[in-house]
């Protein structure tokens, strides 16, 4: 039997029929129509998630894996505010889910009723659109608008530029009467099309090209693909052309530089010409490195080609001057440089520099004190061949930066927004997913934020979490400006005695300590052994020497590149 409400009966039709499989339920009184109605669709893969911050984060995960919508629906009133979050991040990674906020009847908005507020519209910033459904249906038109918004709704979430949508769904009361429904709404199937730049596009974007002696491609967040991978691989084999590439861009290889900030660290200001590309093509979005933004900034850069399907180009380095709007894959597949001379091997100066910072790398983290840095020089060798690492937010990201990538590592973070409160969360959400391990390195503000995000029946035996706590958020000791003030300790650092060990405990997953470089290394090689239950790994680490082992760092790359 079916809920009596006929916009439910259809939204749930409709996303069964359109392949949307994940459906993840906050508990409610007023969006119990919808909650029924899912429930009896076994075509649907139901998760209940009690608190509505967590569910968000967990449904952004599943369809960061799966890129198809995650389905979330809650109940009336505040509950639908601790989704932002969620939501926001959804919006800015450009990943598709599809929000539904059940709601009081809409002559009770403002009106003294319990547990209501102005929903409709309510994340308009961060969606790509926002429908409200029909409070009643009673003519065949009033179905057909119900029906045909809803297609509009989940197509446009799998749109060219993907993202959240939300549908507004005012319930009268009765909510728990059921009825026999045999309606079957009509589906409005989108025909997917890609862009191609036309024959005089592609020869002016060739002359360009081949007129710049020094190029290079910097990569943002991007999807784990082969293709758009092999393409930029195949660019790089050009001599007059440097890739840069960060974790979250999923792009590696022989010739592609991947450790930027490590990189940069070693440029003298006075010689940046010898570094200074004429051109610049850029891929993704949401770069991490705040060196190489300001960078590219100070740069006398000429021309800068940035890749994108929105149709407001981010000019992030103030140089842009052609937005070529289409996929990355779709562009790299299309475009095809014509063979000209090269009077100039611009790729080697970056090479040459590269040699000189992985051999100070190495010496450096070789004798390094027990530290932040050191912690992840013992960690990310050790993630399992082939698994999944999710970064949390804030210096996690930034230490995985340091180090090289490695090919047989998908590597995720939020930097949509780049907020602490979601991480873990989300790492449950795309473990569940996963069928391998996946590594959650997070910091222990990070993690303590988030700690409902453990606080349901989904966790995969195969998550591995490793806290790094340095007893408070450890980075703004190493930002200029925080670092000096009074008030770093209680107001930007947040220094506190916390552990991770009593969620731990409360949540039912093995939980693991070190303190020192050989705990670590001891530990690690049964951390990632099969197990029943979900492990944490808490790794305690000096908070007085981090900033000044990492600063030490960079003063020791840049010294030992001049030698």
Sequence with gaps: MSTTKKSVQSLVKICELKDIKNIVLSPGSRNAPLAIEFDNNKNFHHFQITDERVAGFFALGLAQQSRIASVICCTSGTATLNYAPAIAEAYYQRIPMIILTADRPVQWIDQGAGQSLRQQNIYDNYVLKSFQLPQSIHTKEDQWYNDRIINEAINLAHSAVPG??????????????????????????????????????????????????????????????????????????????????????????????????????????????????????????????????ALLHRMSIKSHWHVDSINDPNDTFQHLTHHIKMAPVDFLTTFIPIEHHIPFDFQKTYNEREVACCEAHDLFIRDAAFSDLKAFSLILPELPFNSMLQMGNSASVRYVQLFNQRKDISYFANRGVSGIEGCTSTACGAAHHYLGITTLVTGDLSFLYDSNGLWHKYINPNLRIIIINNKGGGIFRIIKGPSDTPQLSSYFEASHDMTGEKNAEKFDLEYLTAENENELSEVLKSFYNTSEKAKILEVFTPPVINDKVLKDYFSFIYKRTKV
Excluded at 192 to 197: I, P, Q
Excluded at 251 to 265: A, P, T
Aim: charged share 25%; glycine share 4%.
């Design 164 to 293: 959240p949508v939300h549908i507004n769904i005012p319930l009268e009361e009765p909510l728990y009467d059921r009825e026999a429904n045999d309606h079957l709404p009509k589906i409005i199937t989108p025909v997917e099309t890609r862009r191609t730049l036309t024959n005089s596009s592609l020869k002016e974007l060739q002359a360009i090209w081949a007129s710049h002696d020094k190029k290079m491609i910097i990569c943002g967040m991007l999807p784990n693909n082969d293709v758009i991978n092999k393409k930029i691989n195949q660019l790089a084999e050009d001599p007059s052309v440097v890739v840069l590439s960060e974790s979250h861009s999923n792009v590696n290889g022989d010739i592609i530089f991947q450790c930027i900030d490590r990189l940069i660290e070693s440029f003298d200001e006075g010689k940046l010409d010898d570094f200074t590309p004429d051109l610049l093509l850029s891929f993704g979005h949401s770069i991490i490195s705040k060196k190489v933004k």
